[in-house]
């Protein structure tokens, strides 16, 4: 096999086993290139980590219902709605995909570098014109991040601020307060 062949197999296969599993959690880099053919070094080789490769996966399973969401019509809103509309939908993808969310947003936001943010960053900007890049990107950040953390540690932030992000209306009274707290007014 040629290389890029070998790096799109793992990917693919790594995609495959994502989709059929029950808890992708426990997917090992051995299932991973025993599906693929491949020698187990070779994760390691295309891949700094069988983290980076089951991120890259998730991102192909998840890139359709991004784009769609971050491409979608907007006519007719504000700038600040936008910006909800696409928070709030983008939530509701890592919910459908939880499983596969919680495998690698931890890499995400501690290993990978830092982009999904800059998926955000232009209706930031639209929404914060006396704002410099930097400032936006750091807001960009701010909210993305901590969306993240708190999928991550729903049902702790639950017990400490009584907000249940899991339900779809005390998220979207989450997500306004978030964009009031950064955009204000």
Not at 40 to 54: C, D, G, H, P, V
Request: charged share 30%.
């Amino acid at each position: 096999m040629k290389q890029d062949e070998t790096k799109e197999k793992l990917i693919e296969c790594t995609v495959e086993l994502l989709l059929k599993s029950e808890n992708p959690g426990k997917i090992t880099a051995r299932d991973i290139t025993k599906a693929s053919g491949v020698n187990l070094a070779m994760i390691n080789y295309y891949f700094k980590s069988k983290e980076e490769l089951l991120k890259r996966a998730v991102d192909l399973i998840i890139a359709q219902d991004f784009e769609k969401i971050l491409h979608g019509d907007f006519s007719g809103l504000s700038d600040r709605q936008i910006l909800h509309d696409i928070l709030k939908q983008i939530i509701a993808v890592v919910y459908k995909y939880s499983s596969l969310s919680r495998l690698t947003i931890p890499y995400i936001l501690l290993k990978d570098q830092i982009t999904v943010p800059l998926k955000f960053y232009p209706y930031i900007r639209k929404c914060m014109k006396e704002r410099n890049d930097s400032q936006c990107k750091i807001i960009a950040y701010q909210i993305i991040s901590f969306l993240q953390l708190i999928f991550l540690r729903e049902d702790e932030f639950f017990r400490f601020t009584g907000v249940n992000i899991g339900n779809v209306e005390e998220r979207e009274s989450f997500i306004k307060f978030q964009i009031y707290l950064f955009l204000g007014e």
